[in-house]
């Protein structure tokens, strides 16, 4: 077994300046001891220099391995210091592991891989390993990753929020949407100027001049700095947070007309009719059919609402900027007369943001539809994923990890 094992950790895993030793099976798990090559000098570990040996600790440093045949694997060396020049003396650099770290390096990739494939405490369950080493593992691939990233050549961002934890907290989240490049670039805490404004500062002027399209949302925060720092940018009001705003808006107006009816002593026909007015037609279900077309048989406010919204979805079919600011003039007029105050309150949101809402017009072909709003939905599911996390930290380390596109450290061998 000896020659064998050696063998095949040679071909995985080997070291210029180190040999494998006697291995031996202690508890079910494989025990490999490493040595140093004859004549070999140690690295000191700050300056990445060769030194001289000081002295060799006489207690071996355990090194998990990434697991062969079902079995744990670990390796066993005696650390030396290093009489370094420059440093003075310092513990030797080991090419399988980093710093203090118990876990090798090549384990840690490993670990962080099948931490993107399944959840976090599973990965830790079936290593039988902890959450926290699967975390940390994460947390190593994850900043290497960030600092050897490439941030040149991004033409299009989106720029969005997601809901965590309880209590109203978001984080911004920024994203590269070009064609064929679909990445996470920029996390930060709350969703205010200054979420957004840092992570231009870290882009830098060059590569945010560079920026020729920009997705968002309507909220002020978002739209006052990407009109201050990338205002060249062709600005496009996401599609997704229209629709979400005028189904708000008729739900308004329903909910309204519910409660109204109950109070009079009518009869409940809005009842259980939300999802009939805010599904598309094509996504409701065979009851929820049959439940809208009874509703609409009614002179109803709540039905003049969902008329209006239906209407609206004609807009997004233009291909021309000009005609679609037609049609949007003409249903805004429309909608102001219906004497709805939450379609009055939509309409006055959409004027003020006429020209951003009619870039998505002059962008398309540039932009994907939704591109945003997928990415957050991959973003909740890293975040499941990833599920135990309690610190700002760990979710910023999960949402990078699985959707960032960043580099993996080299290794010799891969692993998985």
């Not at 094509?282 to 003049?304: F, G, W």
């Not at 021309?320 to 309150?345: H, I, N, Q, V, Y």
Request: proline share 2%.
């Amino acid at each position: 077994m000896t020659m064998m094992l050696k063998t095949i950790l040679n071909r995985c895993h080997r070291f210029s300046s180190f040999v494998y030793g006697e291995d031996r099976f202690v508890d079910d798990s494989i025990h490999v001891d490493i040595k140093p090559r004859k004549g070999s000098k140690p690295i000191c570990a700050k300056c990445f220099r060769k030194g001289t040996i000081y002295d060799t600790s006489r207690i071996p440093r355990c090194f998990e391995f990434v697991p062969l045949w079902g079995f744990a694997v670990m390796f066993w060396y005696c650390m030396r210091r290093v009489d370094c020049d420059r440093c003075g003396v310092t513990t030797e650099l080991v090419p399988w592991a980093e710093g203090k770290n118990r876990t090798c390096d090549a384990y840690r990739l490993f670990l962080a891989r099948w931490a993107k494939r399944m959840s976090w405490t599973e990965v830790a369950v079936v290593f039988h390993t902890s959450w926290g080493v699967v975390y940390r593992a994460v947390q190593w691939v994850v900043q290497y990753g960030l600092e050897n990233r490439d941030l040149d050549g991004i033409e299009a961002i989106g720029v969005d929020e997601i809901a965590v934890w309880k209590g109203q907290r978001y984080v911004t989240v920024v994203y590269q949407i070009d064609k064929g490049v679909r990445r996470l670039l920029w996390v930060a805490r709350e969703r205010t100027e200054e979420s957004l404004d840092h992570f231009f500062d870290i882009l830098g002027e060059t590569r945010t001049g560079a920026i020729k399209f920009v997705a968002s949302d309507m909220w002020k925060p978002y739209l006052t700095v990407i009109a201050d720092r990338v205002g060249h940018a062709i600005h496009v009001l996401d599609r997704f947070h229209v629709a979400k705003k005028l189904g708000e808006a008729v739900d308004k107006v329903r909910s309204a007309e519910a409660k109204e009816m109950a109070r009079k002593g009518f009869e409940a026909i809005l009842k259980n009719a939300r999802w009939c007015f805010l599904k598309r037609e094509e996504n409701l279900t065979e009851k929820q059919e049959l439940k809208l077309t009874d509703v609409l048989q009614y002179d109803l406010r709540s039905v003049r609402a969902y008329l209006l919204k239906q209407s609206f979805d004609h807009f997004w079919t233009y291909k021309s900027a000009w005609w679609a600011g037609w049609f949007l003039d003409k249903w805004c007029t429309r909608a102001m007369r219906s004497r709805l105050e939450p379609m009055k309150k939509f309409v006055g949101t959409i004027r003020a943001h006429r020209e951003l809402l009619l870039n998505w017009f002059r962008a398309r072909g540039e932009l994907a539809s939704g591109a945003v709003e997928g990415l957050n939905t991959n973003a909740k599911l890293a975040l499941r994923k990833a599920r135990g996390f309690r610190t700002y930290e760990a979710l910023e380390t999960a949402l990078f990890h699985q959707m960032g596109r960043l580099p993996e450290p080299d290794l010799t061998h891969e692993f998985c």
